[in-house]
């Protein structure tokens, strides 16, 4: 598969994740992922509901040590709670900026999610995360949500090209993401549910350690917090309370029945890192 094929199915996938928020049942779903990888219920509870849409695989923002007044770029937004939560710790003069190249749909999710919170200080722009439409050395920290993962592996040094242009000297990045702990079967790496899934992209970490060095970083620490990943293939396959499922996303395939779930143990291949 291509790249333009990659994003194509990256973004169909998630334009279908941005339109599956309304049913009630699905805030447990979101939360009990969201918990489980690391964020604070009250922290939750600070923003609207359709922020946190149960595509996490970690939480960024806990080792980032955002500060009143910086400027914070997020890769690969969504539908902005890790935007909306870093726009309360730097506080009004500070800058809170989401990227995200799925216009339509999470785009406008995001943006209402803004409007909805009252964050004058955060912005949501339309772009890839391979080539960003902002000023070189303009950004404190920059963030990322499981997402490097998805862009197509020739493209993966670009991303972290372009973070370091964007950081100012002495600027930091803090990301959360899935990295393959041995070599990918092909039989995974070419199962397109588990690349949009955020299992089969997965790089190995001493290909993440070049890139971020090959980039310019020199001071770089990946560490496996040994988070079950195989808690949305659990919670697909088990219902919710009123009978209905939730929707597959990051770190979890995208079949739509429990029977055609491929049998992959995510913890075997893969774990979360920051």
């Keep these: 598969m291509n790249s333009k094929d990659t994003y194509n199915s990256v973004q169909e996938r998630y334009a279908a994740v941005a339109n599956h928020t309304e049913p009630d049942n699905q805030r447990e779903y979101e939360q009990k992922v969201a918990t489980a990888f690391g964020y604070d219920i009250e922290e939750l509870r600070s923003i609207p509901d359709n922020a946190n849409l149960g595509v996490s695989c970690g939480n960024p923002l806990a080792t980032a040590n955002i500060a009143l007044g910086e400027t914070v770029v997020d890769l690969g937004s969504g539908g902005g709670i890790d935007v909306l939560l870093a726009a309360k710790k730097v506080g009004p003069e500070g800058k809170a900026i989401g990227i995200d190249m799925t216009k339509q749909d999470m785009l406008e999710l995001a943006r209402r999610n803004k409007r909805n919170a009252g964050a004058s200080n955060a912005t949501f722009i339309e772009a890839f995360i391979t080539s960003i439409p902002l000023s070189a050395s303009t950004v404190d920290c920059i963030i990322s949500n499981c997402v490097v993962n998805l862009v197509p592996e020739a493209e993966k040094p ?117």
Excluded at 176 to 194: C, G, M, V
Excluded at 195 to 223: K, M
Excluded at 263 to 270: E, I, R
């Design 158 to 274: 670009l991303v972290f090209q372009e973070m370091f242009r964007l950081l100012k000297p002495g600027g930091r990045v803090a990301i959360s993401d899935i990295l393959a702990t041995q070599e990918l079967p092909e039989d995974i790496k070419n199962d397109l549910s588990l690349y949009v899934g955020c299992i089969a992209g997965a790089s190995q970490v001493n290909d993440y350690e070049r890139y971020l060095h090959e980039a310019g970083f020199r001071e770089t620490i990946i560490l496996n917090t040994h988070s079950d990943l195989n808690i949305y293939k659990e919670m697909w396959q088990g219902e919710s309370s009123n009978g209905s499922k939730p929707p597959s996303s990051c770190c979890g395939p995208i079949k739509s029945s429990t029977s055609e779930l491929p049998d992959v143990d995510f913890n075997v291949w893969t774990g979360e890192t920051t």
